[in-house]
Nanobody
Framework: QLQASGGGLVQAGGSLRLSCTAS????????MGWFRQAPGKEREFVGI????????ILADSVKGRITISGDNAKNTVYLQMNGLKPEDTAVYYC????????????????WGQGTLVTVSS
């Protein structure tokens, strides 16, 4: 089970850090991804932290503004978002995958409930 938190209302240019805490699974055994879904749009890949190496892959739309990190001791993954833009407004989901395919939601085994990020202009 994954529990996402940290969303909220922020002004454009601001920052937020989202957390995703796992229970019943060990994050270091999975590729931990983040997706987002804006109203009326499909779920969109944001980024992923690869298991073992911890290497991250980010969507082009967030490169340079978002970082993903993890704390194995806390079994938690973080999504640090800086320079937020109104177009970043969405519900953000964390997910765990054992697949090498990372862009598509259907390859993820476990999902958090989502946390809403709203960026005002």
């Amino acid at each position: 089970q994954l529990q996402a938190s940290g969303g909220g209302l922020v002004q454009a240019g601001g920052s937020l850090r989202l957390s995703c805490t796992a229970s019943g699974l060990t994050i270091r055994r999975y590729h931990m991804g983040w997706f987002r879904q804006a109203p009326g749009k499909e779920r969109e890949f944001v980024g992923i932290s690869r298991r073992s190496s911890g290497a991250t892959i980010l969507a082009d739309s967030v490169k340079g503004r978002i970082t993903i990190s993890g704390d194995n001791a806390k079994n938690t993954v973080y999504l640090q978002m800086n320079g937020l833009k109104p177009e970043d407004t969405a519900v953000y989901y964390c997910a765990a995958s054992s697949s090498v395919v990372f862009h598509a939601p259907e390859y993820y085994n476990y999902w958090g409930q989502g946390t809403l990020v709203t960026v005002s202009s």
